[in-house]
């Protein structure tokens, strides 16, 4: 079953994997730029392979879980990208195989082009960081995003939480910030449990702070994002 358990030393020092890891982590950043899905930018097997990546490479990187791979079955006219997502290496890498990063391979993607020995033009990895981790709230759609995907869509008005994203995105998702019901703390807890309830599964989560007064976002597995530069 695939992915194995993560191990970001696995990676040989080989510098395909640089070139790859430049190129999808560039992708994920334009996807989130433009507030659009990471898969609207997947990055296409032809273009790997004209910076060296063989299939060792694709594999070596799926089995890490450090991508995820599909194939392309959009149709003509059909608008959004469509993607048949694999999950296993039973088929081969055809032309119409496509590559994201998963959330683990941004952190991978990070630290590989963070190497003091890489060749490649490295990226700052405090503003990488800020803008990976930190949420984005596409006001005109209704729509909660959190790593390049969309975690929640709302079909209908909801103003408790659309107020709480509204405050964060005006703010720039600083890890902490005042609550925007001041001085009703009880809206926030509500608030803040029936979000949650809804992100259930999702990285991203929220939390209620210094006795209701103040609201804050996390990510499970990652250190406090209370100190975090706020998003650009």
Not at 13 to 34: F, I, P, R
Not at 76 to 84: L, S, W
Not at 108 to 127: D, I, Q, V, Y
């Amino acid at each position: 079953m695939l992915p194995v358990p993560f191990n970001q030393s696995a990676t040989p020092l080989d510098e395909s994997y640089t070139s790859a890891a430049l190129l999808l982590l560039d992708a994920h950043q334009l996807a989130l730029q433009a507030k659009r899905s990471v898969e609207d930018f997947a990055i296409s097997v032809l273009d790997f392979r004209h910076v060296g990546l063989t299939d060792h490479h694709f594999r070596r990187l799926v089995v890490e879980g450090n991508v995820k791979i599909g194939v392309e079955q959009t149709r003509p006219r059909g608008g959004r990208r469509q993607f048949r997502w694999l999950t296993d290496l039973s088929g081969d890498f055809s032309p119409n195989t496509y590559f994201v990063l998963t959330a683990q391979g941004v952190a991978w993607a990070e630290k590989r082009l963070g190497r003091p020995e890489a060749s490649l033009k490295k990226p700052n990895p405090t503003t990488i960081g800020a803008q990976v981790l930190a949420p984005c709230w596409v006001e005109d759609q209704c729509e909660l995003w959190h790593l390049g995907s969309p975690v929640l869509a709302y079909a209908k008005l909801a103003p408790n939480p659309f107020c709480l994203f509204e405050e964060f995105e005006k703010r720039g998702w600083p890890g902490v910030i005042e609550n925007p019901f001041c001085p009703d703390d009880e809206k926030l807890r509500n608030t803040v449990k029936k979000v949650n309830s809804r992100l259930k599964g999702q990285m991203l989560y929220f939390v209620v702070r210094h006795g209701g007064q103040k609201a804050g976002w996390k990510m499970r597995g990652h250190k406090s994002t209370e100190s975090a530069p706020h998003r650009p």
